[in-house]
């Protein structure tokens, strides 16, 4: 990379906008920096221009509307998002798979916003996002859109988003308290590890007949995947072990893992039938 980098912190969208004239396509917003920082020293983008996002405080903020839907600032921390109360309280699944990222450096700097828009096969949040039914708010200087997060990941490092779009937020429909909720990752370590793959699940119980399920994936496919036919396979069904052991083999082959530095694609699929295995598992000993 040559030239001479620029950097930009509007305090507002409205001061946002007018920068976005010239060079768009060579500029990258800033939230934490804890990819794309890492991108652009690895020389992986080419960049003129960073405009930091942190000072734009309507990116920030946890709110509950009336309608039950918790509204998430794309800059919310990894942090916040596993002590805020608001989080704890209605989308516990979301503040445990935050807890399970990376290290506390790591979390007090990394958003939301940010693990999503770099849209890695392996990102965290999205399993449990995905399963949770979430809807990202996108806006530019043309407007403002909702997009469902089943249709935000295109391919690994691609998303929906158009040039200059900034997520202002997502927002999640509260959890009722008796959905039963787990995120599992597996890495090479206990900690500071990115999931060779990553499986979230959410199951609605009456006794021990499924009445909903919902199975999303991580790192075993271009993008994090919800697993349909696991999830019709469930529903109606009692949770048994062979009823999980069918839903862990559609998951396995849902998934379309590959081979790289961490792992190769067989073993990832065995991880998703056994991760699947677990967590379904685990769902069933919450109360
Ligand atoms: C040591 C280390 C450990 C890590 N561990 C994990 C882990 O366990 N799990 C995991 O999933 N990830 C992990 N990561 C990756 C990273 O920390 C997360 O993906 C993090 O959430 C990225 O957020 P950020 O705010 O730092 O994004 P940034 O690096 O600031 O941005 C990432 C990308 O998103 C874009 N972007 C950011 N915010 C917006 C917005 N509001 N609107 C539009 N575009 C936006 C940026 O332009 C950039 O392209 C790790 C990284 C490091 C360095």
């Excluded at 920068?19 to 983008?45: C, H, P």
């Excluded at 002590?83 to 399970?100: D, E, N, S, V, Y």
């Excluded at 469902?148 to 690994?156: D, E, M, N, R, V």
């Amino acid at each position: 990379m040559t030239g001479t980098l620029k950097y930009e912190t509007p305090h507002s969208l409205a001061e946002l906008w007018p920068l976005l004239v010239s060079d768009r396509e060579l500029t990258g917003f800033l939230a934490g920096g804890t990819d794309l920082i890492v991108k652009y020293k690895r020389k992986q983008l080419n960049l003129t221009r960073f405009i930091d996002l942190k000072n734009i405080e309507s990116l920030k903020g946890i709110w509950l509307d009336e309608n039950k839907n918790l509204h998430i600032g794309s800059l919310t921390t990894l942090t916040e998002l596993h002590t805020h109360p608001l989080i704890q309280k209605h989308a516990p699944l979301l503040a445990a798979a935050a807890r399970k990222m990376a290290s506390v450096q790591i979390r007090n700097r990394a958003t939301i916003g940010g693990n999503l828009c770099n849209a890695a096969p392996s990102a965290d949040l999205a399993p449990p996002l995905l399963v949770l039914d979430a809807v990202v708010k996108l806006e530019s200087d043309q407007g403002a859109r909702e997009l469902s997060i089943k249709s935000l990941f295109t391919g690994p490092g691609q998303t929906a988003l158009k040039i200059g779009e900034v997520m202002t937020e997502v927002m999640v429909p509260v959890s009722e308290p008796s959905d039963k909720v787990t995120y599992l990752k597996q890495g090479l370590r206990q900690a500071m590890d990115i999931a060779m793959a990553g499986v979230a699940v959410k199951l609605n119980m009456s006794g021990n007949l499924c009445q909903e399920a919902a199975i999303a994936l991580g790192a075993v496919a271009p993008t994090p995947i919800r697993v349909k036919a696991a999830e019709e396979w469930l529903r109606g069904q009692r949770i048994n072990e062979q009823s999980i052991a069918k839903a862990a083999e559609l998951a396995k082959i849902a998934a379309n893992p590959i081979s790289d530095v961490r792992t190769t694609a067989d073993y990832r699929s065995e991880l998703v039938s056994a991760l699947v295995t677990k967590a379904i598992q685990e769902c069933m000993t919450q109360v």
